[in-house]
């Protein structure tokens, strides 16, 4: 452990006390029943810790067993925080079926193309493949949060305000770890040190949003809905698409009179 | 890694932040899970029409000219064309307003088309961006006031449709909820 520099060691006991903090209070405040996948995932995180302090004070920093091995631990601890999102996901649109089904197809496509994406530009080297990994996961997670709450914002979904920032904070950890990867994928020499500061510090600052936000039980419970009938969809729906097809239509015929003039 | 799709990368990133926070904002503005304003009130039309009509007919223009001279008709169209730009915003309310019961209607749905709703979608966004031309069209001083009037006619007959609709539904659910009522009774 004497290897690692003072301000890591610090960054690093910081965001393992908080976790512990968080999932101190996750326990009593029973909030794993409501975020069990979240919870999962501060579990796996913490493991991960305690497995990289074996690791590092056994084989030491720099060696590449050591190197392998804490690479390996956060792929588990990505898999965990994409779970984490998908249950997010569910707590938001699930209990509006028709926009979850379509919500689910388009959010599973579009995190799935920017993952080939990222892996099928981005691998340079062999050397720099798991970063590179690292970075599609953390790529197609953002995309995942983010195109989430764009739905329920898009649908005026209202949502607990404890999941909104559960989900905001797994979706910021992931932008902040896909920039943070991408400036070290381009200046891996340089900024090596720093790299881990950044992403230590931004797990430390979202781990204290978490912390603020799951203060106390999830209060304010969105209710059960009642559903319409799918006949209603399936009624009103195509009506209001033809009249505004026809009311573009009405716009589009004024632009081309109007252009016509002299 | 590619320096194009290196910087697309970085600038995708950074958009994701940005489309992060945005729709947050949204969400925590929406304090009530109530979606029954949207339904109870679906717009009405506009009751203006016919002075909006004769506001920007060009007789009138002419009359006023002649009776009040050539600056008359020059303020009256100044005027004129603020009124006619309130009703503009009038038409897009109805219409956004008609847009969200839509919307509700999705939600509370247990089934939805992705093409419906793309299409939703694409429609609404080019109403938009059409509704700022015509806006600048009326500030550069170009009044198309025919074209004005079926686009309230269109926003209006939508909004009137839409609460028949709903009217109806309501009345075959209730009766629904009778009928399910006597079966139990019986």
């Known amino acids: 452990m004497l290897e690692l520099p003072t301000l890591t060691l610090a960054t690093w006991g910081l965001a393992t006390a908080l976790t512990l903090f968080l999932l101190l209070r996750i326990f009593l405040l029973r909030l794993y029943r409501t975020y069990p996948l979240f919870t999962l995932y501060l579990g796996t995180n913490l493991l991960q810790t305690i ?212 | 890694m590619n320096a194009v799709f290196y910087f697309a990368a970085v600038a995708a990133g950074l958009a994701l932040v940005g489309l992060l926070f945005w729709a947050v904002r949204g969400a925590s503005q929406r304090k009530s899970f109530d979606h029954s304003g949207g339904l109870d009130n679906v717009p009405s039309p506009v009751n203006n029409m016919a002075q909006i009509r004769q506001s920007m007919d060009p007789a009138d223009f002419e009359f006023a000219k002649a009776k009040g001279g050539r600056e008359l008709p020059a303020r009256l169209r100044r005027e004129r064309r603020r009124v006619t730009l309130l009703y503009l915003a009038a038409i897009r309310k109805d219409f956004q307003h008609s847009l969200r019961v839509a919307r509700i209607i999705a939600v509370l749905s247990p089934e939805v088309s992705g093409s419906q709703e793309y299409e939703r979608i694409r429609l609404a966004m080019i109403f938009r961006w059409r509704l700022q031309m015509i806006k600048i069209r009326l500030l ?47």
């Open chain 1, 51 to 262: 497995i990289g302090i074996y690791l590092y004070q056994t084989y030491g920093f720099r060696t590449v067993y050591g190197y392998r091995m804490a690479w390996t631990t956060q792929a588990f601890v990505v898999i965990a925080r994409g779970l984490a999102a998908a249950e997010i996901c569910y707590r938001i649109l699930g209990k509006f079926k028709g926009v979850w089904a379509l919500a689910i197809r388009l959010l599973i496509a579009c995190a799935g193309i920017v993952l080939i994406s990222t892996l099928y530009f981005g691998i340079r080297s062999y050397k720099l493949a798991v970063i590179t990994l690292d970075m599609s996961l953390e790529a197609s997670i953002a995309t995942w949060i983010v195109g989430l709450l764009v739905f329920a914002r898009y649908y005026d979904v209202a949502m607990e305000r404890e999941t909104g920032m559960v989900g905001l904070g797994l979706g910021l950890l992931s932008c902040c770890k896909l920039l943070n990867d991408l400036v070290l994928e381009k200046y891996v020499q340089a900024y090596l040190n720093s790299w881990n500061y950044v992403s230590s510090a931004a797990f430390v600052g979202i781990l204290l949003l978490w912390n603020w936000a799951l203060r106390r039980p999830v209060t304010c419970a969105v209710p059960e809905l009642l559903l319409n009938s799918a006949q209603v969809y399936q009624l009103l729906i195509p009506q209001v698409n033809r009249k505004l097809s026809a009311l573009n239509q009405q716009l589009s015929q004024f632009w081309r009179a109007e252009s016509s003039k002299p």
């Open chain 2, 140 to 186: 550069l001083g170009l009044i198309p006031q025919p074209q004005l009037t079926a686009l309230w006619q269109m926003a209006a007959s939508m909004a009137m449709q839409m609460e028949e609709t709903m009217a109806k539904l309501g009345e075959r659910a209730a009766l629904a909820a009778e009928l399910a009522l006597q079966s139990e009774k019986q």
